[in-house]
């Protein structure tokens, strides 16, 4: 019985794991970090008509490329705790519901039997 509610856990547990994740992959990219990128795209530009010499305006552009992936990746981990806890939240409300609606016939079934003795 022990080894079927730890099942029964663990596959809700990767569920809400799984769309946590597919939802943080597709929020991390958000609006701030796109025009950080367009940003560091217009300096490159930028550079490159001033006619800066390329082996300057390499770096910056990899630079650039390279703290546009981690302010992503770093929203990523906090949306993906964001939306771990609500999945399992929303995973585990059904359960809740059921709990609520045996109780609500108990409470109503003591009421009739305390009416009709």
Do not use: C, H
Not at 10 to 32: C, F, K, M
């Amino acid at each position: 019985m022990d080894e079927a509610g730890d099942v029964k856990e663990g596959s809700v547990t990767e569920l809400a794991s799984l769309r946590a994740q597919r939802r943080a992959q597709i929020a991390r990219w958000d609006i701030n970090i796109v025009v950080f990128l367009f940003a560091v795209l217009i300096l490159v530009v930028i550079l490159l008509y001033e006619n800066v010499v390329s082996w300057i305006v390499g770096p910056i552009a990899f630079v650039g490329l390279i703290l546009v992936w981690l302010v992503g990746w770093r929203r990523g981990k906090q949306l993906y705790r964001l939306y771990l806890e609500e999945e399992i939240s929303k995973l585990d409300k059904p359960d809740r519901e059921a709990e609520k609606l045996i109780l609500d016939v108990l409470m109503k079934s003591q009421r009739e039997k305390a009416e009709n003795p």
